[in-house]
């Protein structure tokens, strides 16, 4: 397939997936199966790209923290952000200096769709019984932070759905509250990991390799789906729950183990 077309239909599916609770990379993953493997910098980057929706949608948040920088639950939510990231970051650095590699066969990522689709159901029910509590605990966010090297680790968790998930769990039962906080963790992480990548690239010579064009119309693609997306998810979990989306997950993932019974 043409390249150019190849990094258009990532950068959809990229876009599509980054913040929909069925996880990015297990599509990526499957994706490039038809469409052509890429480097780790192209899917960081395009993962930056949704991100950099997200901070766009969200950039009046952002932009309040810095004017109410003096009130006490500015600085309280803030200090919950850093530290989910510096969990997440410490924890990153630690797997890559160990040679950890995402798994390359369809299987895992199989599982992992199903396993989470579950948990995704048994979690939202949980969690209901509960009064509804938007606040976020100092628990809430160590507990993102872990869930969003989980989900690092194992492609088909997804990083929206263990952190949404986790939090609602934890405490914050709030869909909403639950899933800002778990978006905006996700900005540092992914620009953090974006530019560990392309430091990486540079220092190692990769950069006369790498398909830069491709590369930016995949960013551009990712930016302007996912913006699309976040907009319709975050309307949608106002008053909807996120069964079809666990239910997508168990589809997928049975689908995948039936077609590609030896892991692909």
Same mark, same amino acid.
């Given at each position: 397939m043409n390249d150019f077309i190849s990094a258009i239909l990532l950068g959809i599916v990229e876009g599509i997936t980054e913040f929909l609770p069925i996880s990015s990379t297990g599509h990526l993953l499957i994706a490039e199966r038809w469409l052509g493997a890429r480097s780790d910098l192209f899917n960081v980057a395009i993962q930056a790209g949704a991100i950099l929706a997200v901070t766009f949608i969200y950039w009046r948040t952002l932009w309040s923290f810095v004017l109410n920088w003096r009130r006490p639950e500015t600085r309280d939510y803030v200090a919950k952000l850093a530290v989910a990231f510096l969990i997440t970051a410490v924890l990153g650095l630690i797997a890559t200096k160990l040679g950890f590699k995402l798994p390359e066969t369809i299987t895992p990522i199989a599982w992992a769709l199903i396993i989470g689709g579950v948990w995704m159901m048994a979690?939202? *029910?949980? $969690? $209901? *019984?509960? &009064?509804?509590? +938007? $606040?976020? +605990?100092?628990?809430?966010? !160590?507990?993102? /932070?872990? $869930?969003?090297?989980?989900? /690092? !680790?194992? &492609? /088909? +968790?997804?990083r929206s759905a263990s952190t949404i998930f986790v939090a609602m769990l934890a405490g914050t039962n709030n869909r909403a509250a639950a899933t800002e906080f778990a978006f905006l963790v996700g900005i540092p992480t992914m620009y953090a990991a974006t530019g560990y990548e392309l430091l990486k690239t540079f220092s190692h010579g990769g950069a006369a390799g790498e398909d830069w064009t491709g590369l930016a119309v995949a960013f551009v693609v990712s930016t302007l789906v996912a913006f699309a997306a976040v907009k319709w998810l975050l309307g949608y979990i106002r008053s909807h729950r996120f069964t079809p989306f666990a239910i997508y997950r168990i589809a997928l993932g049975v689908a995948l183990l039936l077609f590609l019974p030896a892991g692909g």
């Open positions: 979690a939202e *029910k949980l $969690a $209901a *019984k509960h &009064p509804e509590r +938007t $606040a976020v +605990t100092w628990r809430v966010a !160590i507990l993102v /932070g872990l $869930a969003q090297m989980v989900a /690092g !680790i194992f &492609p /088909g +968790t997804s």
